[in-house]
Nanobody, 128 residues
Framework: QVQVVESGGGLVQPGGSLRLSCAAR????????IGWFHQAPGKEREGISC????????YYEDSVKGRFTISRDGAKNTVHLQMNNLKPEDAGSYYC?????????????????????WGQGTLVTVSS
C-alpha cells in the first residue's frame, strides 16, 4: 500500500523538543519534495517547512526559523522534522505531504488540495 505515515507527536512542555518523522511506504521519497504542515486548533493549515528533491534546499516559515530543522534519511526512506524550543502556539496537528512540485509551490495554501499524497497527521501538545 502506498502511503506516508507521520509519527513522533506527543505532549511536551514549553521549551522542549520533539522529532517528527514522515515515512514513505510502497514508494521512494527520492523523487519527491516533502513538506510539513501545521494546523493549530481552529486555524487553517499552513506550510511550515519543506525539503527539495532536486537540490536539497530547505524552506522554513518565519515562525519556525532557527527552531525547526527538516532533514532526509534516505536509508530509512523518511523525512524528519526536529522541533526545538517549542512554544504553546506550535501545538496542533502536523501533516507531511509529498509532491514533485517545488517547495515554494507546495506550501502555498491554494496548492494543498493538489498535493500528491498526505499523511494522516500526528498531534503535538505543548503545555506545562
Amino acid at each position: 500500500q502506498v502511503q506516508v505515515v507521520e509519527s513522533g507527536g506527543g505532549l511536551v512542555q514549553p521549551g522542549g523538543s520533539l522529532r517528527l518523522s514522515c515515512a514513505a511506504r510502497g514508494f521512494s521519497l527520492d523523487a519527491y519534495a516533502i513538506g510539513w504542515f501545521h494546523q493549530a486548533p481552529g486555524k487553517e493549515r499552513e506550510g511550515i517547512s519543506c525539503i527539495s528533491n532536486i537540490d536539497g534546499m530547505t524552506y522554513y516559515e518565519d515562525s519556525v526559523k532557527g527552531r525547526f530543522t527538516i532533514s532526509r534519511d534516505g536509508a530509512k526512506n523518511t523525512v524528519h522534522l526536529q522541533m526545538n524550543n517549542l512554544k504553546p502556539e506550535d501545538a496542533g496537528s502536523y501533516y507531511c505531504a509529498v509532491d514533485r512540485r517545488p517547495c515554494a509551490v507546495m506550501v502555498r495554501p491554494d496548492m494543498h488540495s493538489r498535493l500528491e499524497r498526505w499523511g494522516q497527521g500526528t498531534l503535538v501538545t505543548v503545555s506545562s
